[in-house]
């Protein structure tokens, strides 16, 4: 299966065993053909996609019928966008529509935790890719019953490099009988270019794919038969695993803009072409602390490098890099002349990481820089001044307090400068880098960490590297319209759109006026526009492209979205009155957004509800994604001790104190690596633990010099779990990446300076984490994982292993390989090993027996490699 940060992922329907929670959401691969289950059968699949000036209104609609004799469970699953709200979910039953109403997010969480106090489990379901969020539903289906899932979302296309982009990711894993994907795009202003890409498109499948389009609109159809689905003729596997992507843009005309009118509500897109780039006076502030050692320095010298060849010969720029301190490239501000560029890139290949953070100090050295150019009169007239700070941690050296960072910062740059912030990876607050940079007329953007990093980097650069306007204001007569949008934008940029939207007063003129001024490099532009409001209105006529007051709806979801972006750097009392506004909006129009929740009702004997939350960007370890608060079984609990704060964030998962976790029963306690997802029916309750791949960066000593390296387990909590209460910005932390071919994890942050930690404790199932922290040398001197069922203790350490069993321990060295049987009953390895340094542990099931588990020890990757040795245990 791709990585889900490919773009959104349509898997409606995963089959699986009764009293199971069939493919694991959060292991992200494929469930190996020996453990699909037949019975559940998607007999239909359609996804209708009507875009209408921008505005996407998507359903996606998948029936199934269980073909079995006993009750099997199915799931649906789907990947939308981030930027997308959920309006409505529903699963038809034998006729009986079960619907999803959503509520405040506070009126839901009652709901919810009224069943956790009556003893009923709750759990949290998040996934999430660079682009999407998952959503996952999953209801018992009886023998011949069939289920309807209509789930239905909205978005606005933004404009990104001069194309918008509607994606979906196609992956039924089975044969489906009727498949059908429609996207209808109308667009009043003209479709000037129009493409189609998919990463699984075979000359079959090139077959059941057909495109109509005119000037205004255009019909996408995917519609593959059996045979075109299948692989090839001999194999049952479907061939549609990856991204269906859409691609187009607008006719522009010479005042630059469209105003559109539908229903009483009007819009306003903005992107006028043939303007001259504003000179720009860029200040690349890159972190090379010791986190950054590796791929990351590398990657970000690459892009360093190729975003250095493309600055404009009108230019001028600069490089701060810091680690414990913040060091300039040059005094002043260089002309991007080929001279400059050449040398700037000399010094950019030979950047290294060590040390700690110290983000305060080379933001305010970034500032002084373009201070110190303007009152010498270097910078020119009109031109841009621009900040891009690239930082994959939290602030570890000099001024650590990142409330602090941000005032000073804000007040260094007093208004006069753009700020961007790029986080790379998952170590860093992104919360932190957000409200720092929408404070100073920025915005933040991730950087995954992956193998086209430096690809991401670039790609950024070129969204801001060409301003085209200053200062761009939209105004309209104040007699004609109201309730408007953000209408004030500090910068306007090659291959984007400003969007303002609002309404129309009951006694509007005939003809709707606007205004749009702003600065060039050297003169003042004013553009002005009119729009009838008869013939716009007569525009949306048309039934088959157009879905009801989408207008009203575009506006609406614009303004949340303004209004949630504008909480990030809100005062307290202005952020209640920020979010009452869009909370008002998001229950009138049936928005599920980060304040409000969907409440997804079951039939009866099943769960009675789950909970569906908007994820939002957070700081700490990484980004929430779609949440799903189930109501029904069994509850356990995880926790940590007194010194961890455990914060599951990644691409999915939960955040708070360590004062406890609910979380659901249905896969069985797994501790390790990714890893295929194996049947919850097991003759005993631990034949499947793993602790792979654990000691190499556990136990391994950090350079000295890198300050804020985080010490890194690689365990497995389990992912259904709720949030208690908001991370906070902290380090060091400990990162335990959850199961499956994904770079998902959970984070613990460690409070106290040293000494035991208990990682990980589930009552229920009998399993305990527990390690030994020194804060001084950023380590784990050992880990400790201790069953109840049967009783047995393993701890390792540098030095060696122990493995106590009915009151009797045995100590192993290190070698290459400690394989290791143990049964119920006990056991002693025949002979002892011994390893060097880092080791590498692992728990599976043994083969030879139902009712033991095997241990393997071996070297860290990188050690001398030889055969391993495998020892039978008696």
């Given at each position: ?32 053909p ?31 019928v269980?073909?079995g ?45 009224a069943?956790?106090?009556r ?23 009886a ?23 509607l ?12 498949l ?25 499948l090139?077959?059941?794919l ?40 607008v ?50 010298r ?31 501000l260089l002309p ?12 950019a ?21 373009l ?95 060409n ?39 009951d ?11 702003g ?38 979801y ?12 809100a ?11 869009a ?19 079951k ?20 980004h929430?994604?779609?949440?799903f ?36 029963s ?58 208690v209460?908001p ?13 499956g ?10 409070k ?39 009783p ?28 290791s ?15 060097a ?25 990188g ?12």
């Amino acid at each position: 299966m791709p990585s889900p940060r490919d773009g959104p992922y349509l898997s409606p329907i995963l089959p699986a065993p009764a009293g199971s929670w069939g493919e694991s959401s959060w292991n992200n691969q494929t469930i190996p053909p020996s453990l699909v289950q037949n019975d559940i059968n998607i007999y239909s699949l359609t996804v209708d996609s009507k875009v209408s000036s921008r505005f996407a209104h998507t359903v996606v609609t998948s029936r199934v019928v269980n073909k079995g004799s006993a009750v099997q469970e199915a799931t649906f699953q789907m990947e939308l966008p981030k930027k997308a709200f959920i309006t409505n979910f529903s699963m038809i039953i034998d006729g009986v529509t079960y619907p999803g109403n959503i509520k405040e997010k506070a009126a839901a969480q009652e709901q919810y935790s009224a069943a956790v106090a009556r003893g009923e489990s709750a759990g949290l379901v998040r996934a999430t890719g660079r682009k999407t969020e998952q959503f996952q539903v999953a209801v018992s289906v009886a023998p011949a019953a069939k289920v309807t899932f209509e789930l239905v979302y909205e978005e606005l296309l933004a404009r990104h490099l001069g194309v918008y982009e509607l994606l979906l990711k196609i992956q039924p894993q089975q044969l489906v009988k009727h498949l059908q994907m429609d996207i209808h795009i109308f667009e009043p202003q003209g479709i000037s270019f129009l493409e189609t890409e998919s990463t699984f498109m075979t000359n079959e499948l090139a077959e059941a794919l057909t495109i109509s389009q005119n000037k205004t609109k255009a019909h996408i159809r995917f519609k593959p038969t059996l045979s075109q689905q299948q692989k090839s003729p001999e194999q049952q596997e479907t061939v549609l695993d990856g991204n269906f992507i859409v691609r187009y843009d607008v006719n522009r005309t010479v005042t630059g803009g469209s105003i559109q009118i539908e229903n009483g509500y009007f819009v306003h897109y903005f992107a006028p072409e043939g303007l001259s780039a504003i000179p720009k006076n860029v200040i690349f502030v890159i972190d090379t602390s010791g986190s950054m050692r590796g791929r990351k320095i590398q990657q970000t010298r690459e892009a360093l490098i190729k975003i250095l060849g493309d600055l404009g010969s009108r230019d001028q720029f600069n490089l701060v890099s810091f680690s414990g301190e913040a060091t300039q490239w040059k005094k002043g501000l260089l002309p991007a002349s080929a001279e400059n560029v050449e040398e700037a890139k000399s010094y950019a290949a030979k950047i290294h990481a060590q040390g700690g953070t110290n983000i305060n100090d080379a933001m305010l050295m970034a500032v002084q820089l373009l201070e110190r150019a303007n009152r010498e009169e270097l910078l020119p007239a009109r031109s841009v001044t621009l900040i891009i700070l690239l930082t994959d941690g939290d602030p570890t050296v000099g001024e650590t307090n990142p409330s602090k960072i941000q005032k000073n910062v804000r007040e260094a740059i007093d208004g006069q400068h753009s700020l961007f912030c790029l986080g790379f990876g998952f170590d860093v607050s992104y919360a932190f880098l957000e409200k720092m940079a929408l404070e100073n007329g920025g915005l933040a953007r991730r950087i995954y960490e992956d193998s086209d990093s430096a690809l991401q980097l670039e790609d950024f650069y070129q969204e801001v590297a060409n301003p085209l306007l200053r200062l761009v204001a939209f105004e309209y007569p104040s007699n004609a319209v109201e309730a408007v949008t953000q209408d004030n934008f500090r910068l306007f940029f090659k291959g984007s759109e400003l969007v303002v939207a609002g309404k129309l007063r009951d006694q509007s003129p005939d003809v709707l006026s606007a205004k749009v001024r702003g600065q060039l490099h050297m003169e003042n532009v004013t553009f002005v526009m009119e729009s009838r409001v008869a013939e716009q209105e007569a525009e949306f006529l048309s039934p088959k492209y157009i879905f009801h007051s989408f207008m009203e709806r575009l506006w609406a979801y614009l303004t949340i979205q303004q209004l949630l972006a504008q909480t990030v750097s809100a005062s307290d009392a202005e952020k209640k009155a920020l979010e009452a506004r869009a909370l008002s909006l998001s229950l009138n129009y049936s928005f599920v957004t980060p304040l409000t929740s969907m409440v997804i009702t079951k039939p009866e004997g099943q769960e009675q509800s789950q909970v569906a939350e908007k994820p939002v960007e957070n700081g700490g370890c990484g980004h929430s994604s779609f949440q799903f608060h189930s109501v029904g079984d069994r509850t356990s609990r995880l926790t940590g001790g007194s010194s961890v704060d455990p914060v599951f964030s990644h691409r999915r998962g939960w955040k708070g104190q360590a004062q406890g976790f609910e979380k659901m029963s249905y896969l069985p306690p797994r501790l390790g690596p990714p890893g295929p997802l194996q049947p919850t029916r097991f003759s005993h309750p631990f034949s499947r633990i793993t602790l792979d791949r654990v000691l190499p960066e556990v136990l391994s000593v950090p350079d000295e010099t890198s300050h804020d390296m985080d010490s890194r387990i690689i365990g497995t909590a389990r992912p259904e779990t709720i949030p208690v209460v908001p991370a906070r910005i902290q380090a060091p932390s400990v990162i335990l990446p959850l199961p499956g071919q994904s770079v998902d994890q959970l984070c613990v942050d460690l409070k106290h300076s040293q000494g035991p930690v208990k990682l990980l404790s589930d009552p229920g199932q009998g399993v305990e984490v527990t390690g030994h922290y020194e804060r001084e040398k950023a380590r784990f001197s050992w880990i400790e994982v201790t069953f109840k069922h049967p009783p047995l203790q393993v701890r390792a350490s540098l030095e060696h292993i122990v493995v106590i069993r009915n009151r009797q321990s045995s100590a192993y060295k290190w070698k290459e390989t400690l394989y290791s049987t143990v049964y119920p009953l006990g056991a002693v390895p025949s002979k002892p090993l011994a390893c060097a340094e880092s080791p590498v542990c692992s728990l599976s099931p043994s083969p030879s027996a139902e009712t033991g588990f095997h241990l393997i020890c071996e070297c860290a990757p990188g050690e001398p490699e030889g055969s391993p040795e495998k020892l039978p245990v008696s």
